[in-house]
């Protein structure tokens, strides 16, 4: 015979429209998901994760102490919080502070869990954006397309301001392995407009642009610039709408990482790895010569160690 608590557990598994509990999101967790939703500066990130690694202190700070703590001005935590949708600081510290009850009346992550979660969690988002491009890519018509356009255009104009100058330079620096005459523009304002109108009146047709968060004005006021010279562009960006995406003929998506103070680009490379792909298919036998000349001029060079 079971026991008197055996024979209750049996009873409660086979009652009927008996449910389990549903075990509510870790405190942490419930935080992540109120910041995660929301496109964050730098600095506004760092508050935010001020915020995760001591819940249960900073939901109780006033915005001066929170501040002093985070390493941030006032007014930086009063955008924060305006940006999440609230009306200020003591909106927002309303809205956690039953939170960081529940992380005190329960278990709480130790601060290390919480930093090693963040971490995972942002490689998770990485994922997530990679499967996304993946989809895109089922239809490889846009960006062979593209290839082709940038490969024919000579010279090719590869453009990145401000955070977006690691990608164009990456872009930059393999496109001429295989294409004869590549430009980057990675500084803006005039210096920006005289190399478009150079690259067009040498007989450009494209500029290829990168316009990564935050998105400056001065990658606007270029692409402008490039359009009002006859060049078309090309733009790799995370946006769907808006006036960047306006400005340009052809726009190629990629969603960039955004979990940890500075956006990561995982998507972004490998989109731009496929558009130099494409280049290099549209022209076989100079991506060839140029590629056997490039590892002829390397080995007398000695440019590399090798293996």
């Known amino acids: 015979m079971p026991s008197g608590q055996q024979a209750r557990a049996q009873a409660a598994a086979i009652t009927p429209g008996r449910q389990a509990p549903v075990t509510e999101a870790a405190p942490a967790d419930r935080v992540r998901a109120l910041f995660g939703s929301h496109r964050l500066s730098p600095g506004q990130r760092r508050i935010a994760q001020y915020m995760i690694d001591h819940l249960t202190e900073a939901a109780f700070l006033s915005i001066t102490d929170l501040a002093e703590r985070a390493g941030v001005s006032q007014p930086s935590v009063t955008r924060f919080a305006t940006s999440l949708g609230y009306s200020g600081f003591p909106a927002l510290r309303e809205a956690l502070q039953p939170i960081?009850?529940?992380?005190?009346?329960?278990?709480q992550e130790t601060r290390e869990q919480i930093r090693?979660?963040?971490l995972q969690a942002a490689v998770d988002a990485e994922i997530d954006n990679l499967e996304s491009l993946r989809r895109v890519f089922a239809d490889t018509d846009q960006v062979l397309d593209v290839g082709r356009e940038l490969a024919r255009s000579v010279p090719l104009t590869v453009l990145g301001l401000r955070i977006s100058v690691s990608l164009a330079e990456y872009f930059a620096y393999a496109a001429r392995r295989i294409h004869p005459d590549v430009r980057l523009?990675?500084?803006?304002?005039?210096?920006?407009?005289?190399?478009?109108?150079?690259?067009?009146?040498?007989?450009?047709?494209?500029?290829?642009?990168?316009?990564?968060?935050?998105?400056?004005?001065?990658?606007?006021?270029?692409?402008?610039?490039?359009?009002?010279?006859?060049?078309?562009?090309?733009?790799?960006?995370?946006?769907?709408?808006?006036p960047l995406v306006d400005e340009a003929?052809?726009?190629?998506?990629?969603?960039?990482?955004?979990?940890?103070?500075?956006?990561?680009?995982?998507?972004?490379?490998?989109?731009?790895?496929?558009?130099?792909?494409?280049?290099?298919?549209?022209?076989?036998?100079?991506?060839?010569?140029?590629?056997?000349?490039?590892?002829?001029?390397?080995d007398q060079q000695d440019f590399f160690i090798e293996d």
């Open 100 to 107: 960081a009850l529940s992380a005190v009346a329960g278990v």
């Open 116 to 118: 090693r979660n963040e």
């Open 185 to 242: 523009v990675t500084r803006g304002g005039t210096v920006a407009f005289d190399a478009l109108l150079q690259s067009r009146e040498a007989g450009g047709s494209w500029v290829l642009a990168y316009a990564m968060p935050r998105h400056a004005n001065e990658t606007l006021a270029a692409l402008r610039v490039a359009r009002g010279t006859g060049l078309r562009v090309a733009l790799i960006t995370d946006l769907t709408l808006g």
């Open 249 to 298: 003929d052809v726009t190629l998506t990629a969603g960039t990482g955004s979990r940890l103070v500075f956006d990561s680009y995982a998507a972004p490379a490998v989109l731009s790895a496929a558009v130099l792909q494409a280049m290099a298919d549209a022209d076989p036998e100079r991506t060839q010569a140029r590629l056997e000349g490039y590892e002829q001029v390397a």
